[in-house]
Every structure is written in structure tokens, then in C-alpha cells.
């Protein structure tokens, strides 16, 4: 199919281990007859991602997300299924693969540690091959809409984490590939930084049609950035669908934060539970599916005085945690 620009079928991966016996004779016959045990990484995992899609790929440390991935980008040979990417078998044809896509890790970068960054721009332009004219308006564009300018003649050791970052997302799209994957791309960024990340993340995915597979343990990053999700644990996956339909699925109870005059010691409102308080102000908690905050609010109001309220939405982390521990 022209518009799918990755097919995952069955795919699976096993890891052998060699298991270690206690002690030195453990050790020797461990040498001399070692046995193995498998661990499964990946345990038949499907999925289809189309072009221009911008899919959030979750689960928690070791469920198979970075497996799937370096088998995706080319690194690794499955045990056994079928992967197409970008009309490709990446792992059988690396280097072209390699050609296609942009790669971006945050706790690593594709710049070079000594050099100026705009010196590692023109390296990567000639590794790749870029033509003078895509190289010269790619680099405006981004420096325009990532702030680069300020840096780009500044060695790469001494970029702030949120500047090397920058710097490594314009890396990773220089040569236009058509799949970029993102890995963690907002980690231990203030605030403000995340949001310019998160900006440049839809423009070029809006604006470019580039597909993007977002890999990350910030929920506030797939819930700004993704209209879907594929969720793994153990090696499957246990949810692939739009992220508001898990919000509303799994994140039916809202939270009403009232701020009461008078602090009255009892508080106490049908349809709601009283969850925390500070003096005046009052959290509860409350069933959308039940009862309307609307409706709540008018309870609160008849039994007392209101000085002023906020209503707040469940966090996404909150419903991951949730579908772990109770399923989908």
C-alpha cells in the first residue's frame, strides 16, 4: 500500500543468555558446558504506521520499545516476522535505509564533540550527500524556526543539553529523510525549551508530511504531539489507538479544586469524593460518566459559598499506569 510507510507482522525477538553459575567451579563449568536460557524482548508485535503519521511508541523500561526500534531502523535481525519499512526490509538493506531516515536520541548525539555544530552540519551534508541548494534552505529554515543562530559556531561540548538537542533535531532532518524516529527528545529540558521542541516536532511533520515514531517517557509529549499511540508491555502490545480514546476510557474521573469561603471543617458533596484539602481549598473527585461537572459545581454551590474553582482533566500518566495495572 502506497500510503503505509511501516508494516509490522509477528514480529518477534529473542535474546540468549548465558546463565551463570555461582562460584569458581560455577564459573569454570560454566566455561566449559555453558547454558543458555531465552528471554523475549519482542512476542509477536503487529502494527502499520502510515505516511505522515506522528505515533507516540510507549510502555515502560523493558518492554521491547528499543528493540523494536533498532529492528526498525536497520541495527538489529528480528528472530522471526516480517518488517517493511519505506518499501524496504531494513536490516537487509542497511544503508539505504539508513539514507531514508533521521535518528535522534536524547541522551546521544550525531554531532561531533569538538567541532563547531555548523561544522558538524557540513559533515553530515557531504555523509549524506545533500544538494547545495536542499542543504542551504534546510539550514535557514531551521535556524529560523529552532533558534540555531545563536550557537552555530559554538563547539558542540559546550551546547547547553536544550541547545544540543536543538542542534540535533536540524541534524537528524538536513538530508529530508521521510521516517524520523525520536527517542526521549524533550528529556531534562526546562519547560520553555520543551515546548520549542514540541513546536518544531508538528511544523515538520504538519508542514513536511515527515512520519515520526516518538518514543518517550513524558506523557505531557504524547499528549501535545501524537493523535495516536501503540502501547507495549512484555513485548506485545496492549493498546494501539487515538490517545483521547484512552483518556476516555481509562480517565473518566475529573477533579474539581474549589475554593470555599469560610473553610467549613466538613465538606461533603453527593456524586463527589474529597480526595485532599488546604484550608479553604477542596479537591474533589468525580465520575464524569456520572455526574457533569457542571451539575457538581451547582451541588457545591447550594451547600456553600464558592470564591473561586478550576476544573482539572486526568493526566495521561495517571491512565498509562492505570491500563498496566488493570489491562486494556
Not at 2 to 20: G, P, Q, W, Y
Not at 237 to 252: A, L, N, S
Request: proline share 4%.
Amino acid at each position: 500500500m502506497e500510503d503505509v510507510m511501516i508494516t509490522v507482522e509477528n514480529l518477534r525477538k529473542e535474546f540468549k543468555i548465558l546463565r551463570r553459575r555461582p562460584g569458581f567451579l560455577g564459573t569454570l563449568r560454566s566455561l566449559l558446558s555453558p547454558e543458555y536460557e531465552v528471554r523475549t524482548a519482542v512476542d509477536g508485535i503487529s502494527f502499520t504506521i502510515r505516511r505522515g503519521e506522528l505515533v507516540g511508541y510507549i510502555g515502560p523500561n523493558g518492554a521491547g520499545k528499543s528493540t523494536t526500534i533498532k529492528i526498525l531502523t536497520g541495527i538489529m535481525v528480528p528472530t522471526s516476522g516480517r518488517v517493511v519499512v519505506d518499501g524496504l526490509v531494513p536490516y537487509e538493506r542497511r544503508v539505504e535505509n539508513a539514507r531514508r531516515i533521521g535518528v535522534v536520541f536524547g541522551q546521544r548525539t550525531q554531532l561531533w564533540w569538538d567541532l563547531p555544530t555548523i561544522d558538524s552540519f557540513e559533515l553530515l551534508r557531504h555523509i549524506y550527500r545533500i544538494p547545495a541548494g536542499v542543504y542551504k534552505q534546510n539550514l535557514e529554515l531551521f535556524t529560523d524556526l529552532l533558534g540555531l543562530g545563536e550557537f552555530l559556531n559554538t563547539p558542540v561540548r559546550q551546547l547547553s543539553l536544550g541547545q544540543r538537542m536543538r542542534a540535533d533535531l536540524a541534524a537528524a532532518l538536513l538530508h529530508n529523510p521521510r521516517l524520523v524516529y525520536l527517542d526521549e527528545p524533550t528529556i531534562g529540558l526546562d519547560v520553555v525549551a520543551k515546548e520549542r521542541i514540541r513546536r518544531f516536532i508538528k511544523e515538520i511533520n504538519r508542514e513536511r508530511g515527515v512520519t515520526i515514531i516518538l518514543t518517550t517517557h513524558d506523557m505531557q509529549d504524547i499528549e501535545k504531539l501524537c493523535e495516536r499511540m501503540i502501547l507495549i508491555d512484555h513485548g506485545r502490545v496492549v493498546y494501539d489507538g487515538p490517545v483521547e480514546e484512552v483518556k476516555r476510557r481509562f480517565g473518566q474521573h475529573r477533579i474539581l479544586v474549589v475554593d470555599l469561603e469560610g473553610a467549613p471543617e466538613e465538606v461533603s458533596v453527593e456524586g463527589a469524593e474529597v480526595i485532599r484539602r488546604e484550608n479553604g481549598r477542596v479537591w474533589l473527585r468525580f465520575n464524569r460518566d456520572e455526574i457533569s461537572a457542571a451539575q457538581l459545581i451547582h451541588r457545591v454551590g447550594q451547600r456553600y459559598n464558592i470564591v473561586d474553582l478550576t476544573l482539572e482533566e486526568p493526566e495521561i500518566e495517571g491512565i498509562i499506569a492505570r491500563i498496566y495495572e488493570e489491562g486494556v
